[in-house]
């Protein structure tokens, strides 16, 4: 058996390369790139850009540098891309992008939507190949990708002699090089001339053969219902098992290869004429990492590696001290759904007599005895209705002297496409956060499914309706050690319906005390736009370390370990000085920090022989499975072969976490592990999570959080009370 990487080492050729360096200004860049950007490769390289050539003579004068490849990989991969990018054009082939260098192929037998909607379609879904560089183990390596991408090859005229309605829809204008660049959403229509408005709020005027529509998820869905009507549904299915399929190990290996072997097989030179080389993969199989299941600890201490199977036998960890047993919930649903809305909640509080996980539904599975329950109905699927039914139900509890322990509210997948102060969805979370009730949501089209089906989503949902109320399913099993360790997880969400001015990057940060997985979220779950994350940062860490210090009894000298994980391009300068400065409070303590960058975009995959023969997930690797690029970085597979559920699945990707050098707590192969753990924690599903509970946690509390900042009325200080402790997110 044997497992490889789709990173290919290069060849260093022991050849100097003569260079011209001068002081480094963005424009200067740009003007040297479109002058003689055909004959010359430019590099910035720190406050200087190097220019190379081909005939040893330069645009403009400067310092003369001698560059050793063999000390230099940083310019050496420079110039392999470089090198790479002039082939491809050569051949006329357009690859775009540098970072990465992107080549969507123009063949016919390339196009997934042939076999499906024809040639003459105006989308496609082409195959798309990435080629990067990166250093693995040392040595540098070419990285090839395969994926796919959907492309547009007719402009706006097309759509709208199709009877197309482009209003409200988002169009792009090509650029000399072919790139696309957005331009803004169609306001207005008149013959064959379209008014645009920009990010900026300014309305231009363009014709519509000049313009493509964005070749995004909507324009695309849309225009497959206007062409084919009811037959939409089952064709968007065959699309995404097309494409699933065509992401599959053997089918992502097999065109890795062919681009592989044709760079091996063809002369492509750097600058200078020198030869780009590079070798096969070489088999991995003994330098990669296997991780242990984490065991979860449940009631009176039993402990399972299987959280099903945990719960099932020992029940939720908090269940001799859950104190909202016999609870009060109250349902809001439309006045024409009830009956079958009632016969869903009965599911959820009873169980499905004949579900393999789930007979014994919210109240036996969790020993929460038995619900008093009370339905409220909307009259319409207003705004209005909703306010009413759900002001019936709180005034109803409030006169009776109590308060409801979960609202179950029933909404539609249509609200999905309402602005954020006309969605009942976001009303409804709104009034009974307001009043401390957690709220469930669920869709009216849930309730279609099969009982075998809704056995698996009511599992989940009553999952997160235990952890909303409060209750804690179950913790990780830890292994104790000699600091105290607090996981600090920071996610972000783009809030905004339209894009341009209004679009907001919300930064969420949640706290996690990571030897059990017990989470501190009271008071210290926050939302911010990005300007104000720092302080932000600095203000929940603070109040983090002051509960936690007199709830675990620091003692002075003790060692604090903080560890925090995120999903950015890099840690800048003002998150790491805002830690310090909170680090520099407490003096009395041994403290020392990671910061953990977590990546999903990398290109990189794991191909493992051992499942070569599965049925689903071939060449895919185990859950677990960890390869170590250096002594900062490694490969993280958190979804694993045996986690697919599908045989159309495609391939699982895995994440890479880099510590940050900065840090003074480096220990790879112990963060891994930890963050591995975390990934299985999640209180939304039962199935391992592609990212840790850290990350994904708080993507969901600056989600909500975002969207509930855009309601009249809103105040996060809701969060200050009982409800803030609890999973109020999932």
Request: with cysteine.
């Given at each position: 058996m044997s497992i490889f990487l789709n990173a290919f080492p290069l060849k260093i050729p022991d050849v100097e390369l003569k260079a011209l360096q001068n002081p480094y200004e963005k424009e200067t860049l740009d003007t040297l790139r479109a002058q003689y950007g055909s004959t010359h490769s430019f590099r910035r390289q720190g406050d200087n850009i190097l220019i190379f050539s081909g005939d040893g003579t330069f645009p403009i004068s400067g310092t003369p540098q001698t560059i050793s490849f063999k000390d230099n990989f940083g310019i050496f991969c420079s110039l392999v891309k470089d090198g790479l990018t002039r082939h491809l054009s050569g051949l006329g082939r357009n690859p775009s992008g540098f970072t990465s260098i992107q080549l969507v192929s123009a063949k016919p037998e390339d196009n997934l939507l042939v076999p499906i909607l024809g040639?003459?379609?105006?989308?496609?879904?082409?195959?798309?190949?990435?080629?990067?560089?990166?250093?693995?183990?040392?040595?540098?390596?070419?990285?090839?990708?395969?994926?796919?991408?959907?492309?547009?090859?007719?402009?706006?005229?097309?759509?709208?002699?199709?009877?197309?309605?482009?209003?409200?829809?988002?169009v792009v204008t090509e650029q000399d090089d072919g790139y696309r660049k957005f331009l803004g959403s169609v306001s207005a229509c008149n013959d064959e001339t379209l008014n645009v408005t920009r990010p900026d709020g300014q309305i231009v005027q363009v014709d519509a053969k000049d313009v493509y529509l964005e070749a995004n998820r909507a324009n695309f869905d849309d225009y497959i219902l206007h062409t084919h009507g009811g037959k939409k549904d089952a064709i968007v299915e065959r699309i995404r098992q097309a494409v699933s399929t065509f992401n599959g190990g053997e089918n992502k290996k097999a065109r890795i290869d062919m681009l592989k072997n044709y760079i091996q097989s063809r002369t492509i030179a750097l600058i200078n004429g020198t030869r780009i080389e590079i070798e096969d993969s070489p088999d991995i199989q003994c330098e990669c990492g296997q991780m242990q299941k984490p065991v979860f600890v449940f009631n009176d201490n039993g402990e399972a590696d299987w959280a099903e199977k945990g719960l099932t036998k020992y029940g939720p960890y908090t269940k001799r001290t859950f104190d909202r047993?016999?609870?009060?919930?109250c349902v809001i649903c439309a006045q024409h759904d009830k009956g079958r809305v009632e016969q869903f909640v009965r599911k959820l509080l009873k169980g499905i007599s004949n579900s393999k996980y789930f007979s014994s539904g919210l109240e036996g599975k969790f020993a929460l005895g038995t619900s008093r329950v009370e339905v409220f109905t909307t009259t319409t699927d207003s705004l209005d209705a909703y306010k009413n039914a759900i002001e019936a139900a709180i005034r109803k509890k409030a006169d009776d002297g109590g308060c409801w322990d979960l609202a179950l509210v029933q909404v539609r997948q249509s609200f999905k496409k309402l602005k954020v102060t006309e969605n009942p969805y976001y009303l409804g979370k709104s009034l009974f956060f307001l009043h401390q009730v957690p709220v469930q949501d669920f869709t009216i089209e849930l309730l279609g499914q099969s009982d075998y089906s809704l056995g698996y989503s009511l599992n989940n949902m009553a999952l997160a309706c235990y952890a909303k109320m409060g209750g804690v399913p179950w913790l990780l099993k830890s292994s104790p050690t000699l600091s105290h360790e607090l996981v600090i997880g920071i996610g972000s969400a783009n809030i905004g319906q339209e894009r341009g001015a209004d679009n907001q990057r919300i930064m969420g940060i949640t706290t996690v005390f990571s030897g059990d997985g017990s989470y501190i979220v009271s008071n210290t779950s926050k939302a911010v736009v990005l300007e104000a994350y720092c302080e932000a940062l600095t203000s929940v860490l603070g109040e983090t370390i002051q509960k936690i210090?007199?709830?675990?009894?620091?003692?002075?000298?003790?060692?604090?370990?903080?560890?925090?994980?995120?999903?950015?391009?890099?840690?800048?300068?003002?998150?790491?000085?805002?830690?310090?400065?909170?680090?520099?409070?407490?003096?009395?303590?041994?403290?020392?920090?990671?910061?953990?960058?977590?990546?999903?975009?990398?290109?990189?995959?794991?191909f493992d022989s051992a499942t070569a023969g599965a049925q689903k997930g071939k060449l895919a690797p185990q859950r677990g499975k960890t390869f170590k690029f250096s002594k900062h970085e490694m490969l993280v597979y958190l979804i694993g072969q045996r986690e697919l559920r599908n045989d159309t699945d495609g391939h699982p990707r895995g994440l890479i976490l880099d510590v940050h050098k900065d840090s003074t707590f480096k220990d790879i192969k112990y963060l891994s592990a930890q963050l591995h753990n975390f990934a299985s924690h999640s209180w939304r599903s039962y199935f391992p999570n592609p990212l840790p509970v850290t990350i994904s946690y708080s993507d969901l509390i600056a989600r909500n959080l975002g969207w509930l900042n855009q309601l009249p009325g809103w105040n996060d200080s809701v969060m200050i009370g009982k409800i803030g402790q609890s999973q109020w997110f999932l």
């Open positions: 040639d003459a379609y105006p989308f496609k879904v082409c195959a798309k190949y990435t080629i990067d560089t990166r250093t693995v183990q040392g040595h540098p390596c070419l990285v090839i990708d395969c994926t796919t991408r959907r492309v547009l090859k007719e402009n706006g005229l097309h759509f709208l002699s199709a009877g197309f309605d482009l209003m409200g829809r988002y047993n016999d609870p009060s919930i210090q007199k709830r675990m009894n620091w003692q002075k000298g003790d060692t604090i370990r903080l560890i925090f994980h995120a999903q950015v391009k890099k840690f800048n300068k003002e998150e790491i000085a805002a830690v310090r400065a909170v680090i520099d409070k407490y003096r009395e303590y041994q403290i020392e920090y990671a910061f953990l960058k977590i990546s999903e975009d990398h290109g990189l995959h794991m």
